[in-house]
C-alpha cells in the first residue's frame, strides 16, 4: 500500500500535497515491495531501471573494496531515494549493494512512468535534479574517504569534516562498533588508532565527544 503522507516528505516530492501525488500516481504504473531485515533488495551491478523509494524502513549500502572486504557507504532511511544519479546516462548499474537494516517497503517507478512524472510536475523535476547534485557531492567526498590508507587518515579526515572550521569538539553520534563499520575495519582496530592518535596529541577522547587537539597537526597527517 502506498502511504502518500510518507512519500510526500521524499527528497524527490517534497513541496507536493498529498492529494496531488496521489493524483499523478494514478496515471502512472509502480509497485510496493516488501523485505525482511538482512535481505538483498539491489546487488551492485544490477541494472539500474527504476527510481527506487524507501517508504518504511532503513537500508544501508555496501561496497566491496579491492581486497573484498565490505564497506558500508552508508544507511538511507524512509522517505529517502535510492541510485537517483544512475536511473539515466550510460552505465545504468547500481553501484553498490542495498541491504534491508529492518521491515522495508520500497516504492518501485520503472524508468519511463517516472519521465512521465518529470514531464507533468516541474517541482518534481528540480527535486530531482537537486537530489541528482546532492548525491554527486556526497560520492565525491565518500570516494576522497576511502583514498586515504590508514584508519588513522580515515579518522582524521571524518573529524576535521565534522569540525569545520570553527569546532573544536565532535560529537560522535554513534557507537565504536557502528563507527568501524563505517571506517571499514574491525572494533579493535578502530579502538587501537584512536588511542594512539590520543597518545601522540592530536585528539582527547570524552566519552560521545573528541576533541581536536591541534587541527594543523592533524592536517599534517592526511598529506603523510
Known amino acids: 500500500m ?19 501525488l496521489e493524483e499523478l500516481f494514478r496515471d502512472i504504473h509502480f509497485q510496493v515491495k516488501k523485505y525482511s531485515k538482512d535481505e538483498i533488495i539491489l546487488s551492485a551491478g544490477d541494472v539500474c531501471d527504476r527510481l527506487n523509494i524507501v517508504q518504511i524502513g532503513s537500508v544501508k549500502a555496501e561496497m566491496s573494496d579491492y581486497s573484498g572486504k565490505t564497506i558500508k557507504i552508508e544507511d538511507i532511511e524512509a522517505p529517502h531515494p535510492l541510485a537517483t544519479a544512475f536511473l539515466f546516462g550510460k552505465n545504468n548499474q547500481f553501484p553498490v549493494t542495498v541491504v534491508a537494516n529492518n521491515t522495508v517497503e520500497i516504492v518501485s517507478i520503472p524508468k519511463q512512468e517516472f519521465v512521465k512524472l518529470l514531464q507533468r510536475d516541474t517541482q518534481i523535476l528540480n527535486n530531482y ?13 565518500k570516494l576522497k574517504f576511502l583514498s586515504f590508507r590508514t584508519i588513522k587518515q580515515k579518522i582524521a579526515h571524518y573529524l576535521l569534516e565534522q569540525a569545520g572550521d570553527h569546532l573544536q569538539i565532535v560529537e560522535i553520534p554513534h557507537s565504536q562498533g557502528q563507527m568501524a563499520e563505517f571506517f571499514g575495519v574491525t572494533r579493535p582496530a578502530l579502538a587501537r588508532a584512536l588511542g594512539e592518535m590520543s597518545r601522540d596529541g592530536y585528539i582527547e577522547l570524552q566519552r560521545r565527544y573528541i576533541k581536536i587537539s591541534d587541527k594543523e597537526k592533524m592536517n599534517n597527517l592526511l598529506q603523510s
Open 2 to 20: 502506498t502511504d502518500y503522507s510518507i512519500l510526500s516528505q521524499s527528497p524527490i516530492f517534497r513541496g507536493i500535497s498529498e492529494v496531488r
Open 129 to 141: 535534479l537537486n537530489a541528482i547534485s546532492t548525491r554527486a557531492q556526497f560520492l565525491s567526498q
